[in-house]
C-alpha cells in the first residue's frame, strides 16, 4: 500500500517562499508520476505541478508557472514543491498524490493515491 505524507505548509506574508515536501512510501515509485494539487475553500481541486519520477519531466500549471519548481530526490522517495512570490490567491490546502502510469495529466481522478494535504496560507 502506497503512502503519501505531505509537510512544509505554513503561514508566509506575500512574496515569501515556502517549500512542501512529499515522502513517498511503499510499492516501487520509480516508475510513476506523482503530482502536487492544491483546494482552497469553495473550490474544486486543482492541479499544481507533476513530475516524472523515472527521468524528472515536469508540468506546470499556467497559474504557477515561473514560481513553482518541483523536484524530487531518488534517495529518499520525496518530491518538493518550491513556491516563490507567493501571493493569498495561493492559500490553499496542498495534497501530493501519485499515478501508476507515465502521464503528466492534470486530472485528479487519473491519480490514485493520495497524501492527507498540508495547508498553505498567504497573507497579504
Known amino acids: 500500500q502506497a503512502q503519501l505524507v505531505e509537510s512544509g505548509g505554513g503561514l508566509v506574508q506575500a512574496g515569501g517562499s515556502l517549500r512542501l515536501s512529499c515522502a513517498a512510501s511503499g510499492p516501487i515509485f520509480s516508475s510513476y508520476v506523482m503530482g502536487w494539487f492544491r483546494q482552497a475553500p469553495g473550490k474544486e481541486r486543482e492541479f499544481v505541478s507533476a513530475?516524472?519520477?523515472?527521468?524528472?519531466?515536469?508540468r506546470y500549471a499556467d497559474s504557477v508557472k515561473g514560481r513553482f519548481t518541483i523536484s524530487r530526490d531518488d534517495a529518499k522517495n520525496t518530491i518538493y514543491l518550491q513556491m516563490d512570490s507567493l501571493s493569498p490567491e495561493d492559500t490553499a490546502i496542498y495534497y501530493c498524490?501519485?499515478?501508476?502510469?507515465?502521464?503528466?495529466?492534470?486530472?485528479?481522478?487519473?491519480?490514485?493515491?493520495w497524501g492527507q494535504g498540508t495547508q498553505v496560507t498567504v497573507s497579504s
Open positions: 498524490a501519485r499515478r501508476a502510469d507515465y502521464i503528466l495529466g492534470s486530472a485528479p481522478v487519473q491519480y490514485n493515491y
Open positions: 513530475i516524472k519520477w523515472n527521468t524528472g519531466s515536469t
